[in-house]
């Protein structure tokens, strides 16, 4: 449904590495449209994690990181800790939709 | 410190209009920001309703654009939604966000509210 595909689900070992990928088309981030990535944690609302394909705000630690190939995007965890564990969401824009779109979500299970 | 607040009523019957108020502390509304609103229904994704910017521009998603109305008062540095016309599909957590970037197309949300849960029903 959303025209940005996540995984539904990931999982990892404290320390482990995790890369969520959001895939999308030649209308959206195949036009270079920028990609940004939200931390959602339970009960709370979305957070900014990288803008821009690949930089972080103020205050995020660098064991995220963002990258962009192509029509599709990548967020990397390394370091996997205790509360990371969270629902990530992509966003760009699409042309074909006008309009500012998200990622289907990734829910990130730390084992 | 950028805060946003959203308030409104959290039942709105079918059929009616959905009205909420994002209030903006520790940053001037009129300024070179656009502000805007995005849901989520209940167990699932975020959608973008639409933005505003300055009270003089607006930018909707087409998919709800026919049912809704952004709005600005800058003498309370507040901004608001209004849905016509609800049904249970609008049911959802409804977000105020800052829609930060200099770019249009590459914007992306860097503060946002605590979100308001808004349920539609009889």
């Known amino acids: 449904q959303s025209v940005l595909t996540q995984p539904p689900s990931m999982s990892g070992a404290p320390g482990q590495r995790v890369t969520i990928s959001c895939t999308g088309s030649?209308?959206?981030?195949?036009?270079?449209?920028?990609v940004h990535w939200y931390q959602q944690l339970p009960g709370t609302a979305p957070k900014l994690l990288i803008y821009?394909?690949?930089n972080r705000p103020s205050g995020v630690p660098d064991r995220f990181s963002g990258s962009q190939s192509g029509t599709s995007a990548s967020l990397a965890i390394t370091g996997l800790q205790a509360e990371d564990e969270a629902d990530y969401f992509c966003?760009?824009?699409?042309?074909?939709?006008?309009?500012?779109?998200f990622g289907s979500g990734t829910k990130v299970t730390v084992l | 410190q950028v805060q946003l607040h959203e308030s409104g009523p959290g039942l709105v019957k079918p059929s009616e209009t959905l009205s909420l108020t994002c209030s903006v502390s520790?940053?001037?509304?009129?300024?070179?920001?656009?502000w805007g609103w995005i849901r989520q229904p209940p167990g699932r994704g975020l959608e973008w309703i639409g933005s505003?910017?300055?009270?003089?521009?607006?930018s909707y998603n087409p998919s709800l654009k026919s049912r809704v109305t952004i709005s600005v008062d800058a003498s309370k540095n507040q901004f608001s939604l209004k849905v016509s016309s609800v049904t249970a599909a609008d049911t959802a957590v409804y977000y105020c966000?800052?829609?930060?970037?200099?770019?249009?197309?590459?914007?992306?949300?860097?503060?946002w509210g605590q979100g308001s849960l808004v349920t539609v029903s009889s």
């Open positions: 966000a800052r829609h930060a970037g200099n770019r249009d197309k590459r914007r992306y949300f860097d503060y």
């Open positions: 520790g940053y001037p509304i009129s300024s070179n920001y656009y």
């Open positions: 505003v910017y300055r009270g003089v521009g607006t």
């Open positions: 030649s209308s959206n981030i195949g036009a270079d449209y920028d």
């Open positions: 821009s394909n690949n």
């Open positions: 966003q760009s824009y699409d042309s074909s939709l006008s309009a500012y779109v």
